[in-house]
């Protein structure tokens, strides 16, 4: 070969070469950072122990416990437990022990409309009266989307049947007593598809819609298209509370460091809750949603987050809620039901699961998850630095906020204060920026003034678009002549509840039985709050005469009594 034809052929071989070694380079880096990203196994498997013995040392015995499950790539790495499944014979809870799932529940019920979806018997966006068609017409048309997003607007049965003195754990509650209480309801609390509020409600009218529509009871049509195909063997539904379990850990509570005392669900309903199983069953569960062996459509559809009807995109999906945990992306549902407390939270990136199982209300079920994945998942990098880390803006005349704000939406009470020299917002520390405007967390207020000065009302405004307005209000101490304007019987028909508002003195209180009472606390003129938070609120016609009473709270925003005595 001559010569110069010699070096130009050495020439392109070494720019192959280098062309071949940089590929090589980047395809190494790429499988290593591919790797980097999902834990290694002993790390996981240590993590998770270093995690179950500092929480389950905490607990003095006897006492109810928990079951822990850790997963890595689908496989089951961890299992363990600690606790009493039944203090009575002292009989300990295993990584076997049946318990109760609360609301992590929810997730199967919105697949099993999903898989009716993909039969082509339904569809999520249909109107639930068009297989309910004993709901009333609200106005606007309320979609199985928007209960399984629980942007309905439905009340929550829960607080609905608490003002008749029926809630859970006073009498038997059967799926028909849920579904009569729900269609009574005349009106919704908001428009659905408007907002976001928690109600079990919507998904114990999901339940029925698969019965009517797959001519299947619930639980055996969830057993047949989803426990079956993932594995889940020890799985089945509450449908009788008076069933025996082999294997089922009972629920106990207590208050404060008082004796512990049974709590089982005394229900013989589900949809909204009511599944029983093991960790090892959730492990094979989210085994599925990550290898999507039942499809890729089911696993998109329950993780496809919720968009309200002006754009804004909520963290909650089908039975899921869709966020990240320190950094990582998180998948996860809690639950509480009588006395268990459970989560199921999955890291996608990270091929990692974690199921949590108590039959307690302490240890904190969420709190042990999350210890698990800080021990596994950590060290953290630390938050990025912002403009409000950087430099402090002071708050002008921070005293003239101070006092107390009725959020309009809500009614709920709020207030401003004044503590260590440092203003609080709900005893969240409100900063001030740039431009002088305040914040609390990541929400923006934006006030409107008096000519005085002084504030009047605020707009409290988040990331994700969604705002608040809350109006300055001054405290009320009422008078006798003031509570006897309110007193008598009143009777909601949506509710089916009588309730009595009586005065002993000064103190004003609500009688929902003889047995059942409440003090009430008395807020801004014509409002009171009961020890839980509730609100019981007056409104009066144009000549000031009581007209109406209202109890809201934070699943049942508001149910109008009338009164009859």
């Known amino acids: 070969m001559h010569k110069t034809e010699r070096k130009k052929s050495e020439i392109m071989t070494i720019n192959l070469l280098k062309h071949f070694s940089a590929s090589v380079l980047t395809v190494i880096f790429t499988v290593s950072l591919s790797m980097a990203q999902v834990p290694d196994k002993e790390n996981v498997v240590k993590g998770a122990e270093r995690a179950f013995e500092k929480v389950a040392r905490t607990v003095t015995m006897p006492a109810p416990g928990c079951a822990v499950g850790v997963s890595l790539?689908?496989?089951?790495v961890f299992e363990k437990?600690?606790?009493?499944?039944?203090?009575?014979?002292?009989?300990?809870?295993?990584?076997?022990?049946?318990?109760?799932?609360?609301s992590v529940a929810k997730q199967f019920t919105a697949a099993a409309l999903v898989l009716l979806q993909q039969d082509g018997k339904l569809n999520l966006d249909d109107p639930v009266k068009k297989y309910i068609p004993e709901l009333p017409d609200y106005g606007s048309t309320l979609t199985i989307r928007h209960m399984l997003n629980h942007t309905a607007g439905l009340r929550d049965w829960f607080s609905v049947r608490a003002l008749s003195g029926e809630g859970a754990g006073e009498h038997i509650i059967t799926q028909q007593m849920i579904f009569d209480t729900v269609v009574r309801q005349?009106?919704?609390?908001?428009?659905?598809?408007?907002?976001?509020?928690?109600?079990?409600?919507?998904?114990?009218?999901?339940?029925?819609?698969?019965?009517?529509?797959?001519?299947?009871?619930?639980?055996?049509?969830?057993?047949e298209r989803i426990f079956k195909p993932v594995g889940m063997k020890n799985s089945s539904?509450?449908?009788?509370?008076?069933?025996?379990?082999?294997?089922r850990a009972n629920a106990y509570s207590r208050d404060g460091n008082g004796p512990w005392r049974l709590t089982m669900p005394m229900m013989n309903a589900h949809g909204g809750g009511g599944m029983l199983t093991t960790v090892g069953d959730w492990i094979k569960w989210n085994a599925m949603l990550d290898s999507r062996s039942m499809g890729a459509p089911l696993v998109e559809s329950l993780e496809t987050q919720a968009v309200l009807n002006d754009g804004r995109k909520i963290a909650y999906a089908l039975g899921l809620s869709v966020g990240s945990y320190k950094g990582n992306k998180n998948i996860s549902h809690g639950g509480a039901t009588a006395g268990y407390r459970t989560v199921l939270s999955r890291f996608p990136d990270k091929k990692l699961s974690i199921a949590?199982?108590?039959?307690?209300?302490?240890?904190?079920?969420?709190?042990?998850?999350?210890?698990?994945a800080d021990e596994i998942l950590g060290p953290f990098p630390a938050p990025p630095a912002t403009d409000a880390d950087a430099e402090k803006f002071p708050i002008e005349q921070p005293e003239k906020y101070v006092g107390l704000w009725k959020n309009e939406r809500t009614k709920t009470p709020?207030?401003?204060?004044?503590?260590?020299?440092e203003l609080r917002f709900n005893n969240t520390p409100v900063r001030a920026v740039k431009d002088g405007s305040l914040m609390v967390g990541a929400a923006t207020l934006s006030f409107k003034y008096n000519d005085s000065g002084k504030p009047v009302f605020f707009e409290a405004r988040n990331t994700n678009g969604d705002s608040s307005r809350y109006t300055a209000e001054t405290e009320w101490q009422p008078t006798a002549a003031d509570l006897a304007a309110f007193a008598g019987e009143w009777y909601s028909d949506d509710a089916d509840a009588k309730i009595t508002f009586a005065s002993e003195g000064s103190d004003a209180i609500l009688i929902f039985k003889p047995s059942t009472s409440v003090t009430l606390r008395p807020l801004y003129k014509d409002y009171f709050a009961d020890q839980s938070g509730q609100l019981v609120w007056f409104e009066r016609d144009e000549s000031g005469k009581v007209v109406s009473m209202h109890i809201g709270g934070a699943r049942m925003r508001n149910m109008p009594f009338v009164r009859i005595k």
């Open 81 to 102: 437990a600690f606790g009493m499944a039944e203090m009575e014979h002292s009989i300990p809870n295993t990584p076997q022990t049946i318990f109760e799932s609360g």
């Open 73 to 76: 790539n689908g496989e089951s």
């Open 356 to 372: 949590v199982l108590c039959n307690g209300t302490s240890p904190n079920s969420n709190d042990l998850a999350n210890s698990i």
């Open 414 to 421: 709020n207030r401003f204060a004044i503590t260590n020299g």
């Open 237 to 247: 539904w509450r449908d009788d509370h008076r069933r025996v379990v082999p294997g």
């Open 186 to 223: 005349k009106d919704l609390d908001f428009t659905p598809g408007s907002e976001y509020s928690y109600s079990n409600s919507g998904y114990q009218l999901a339940a029925m819609i698969v019965e009517r529509v797959s001519k299947q009871k619930f639980p055996d049509f969830v057993a």
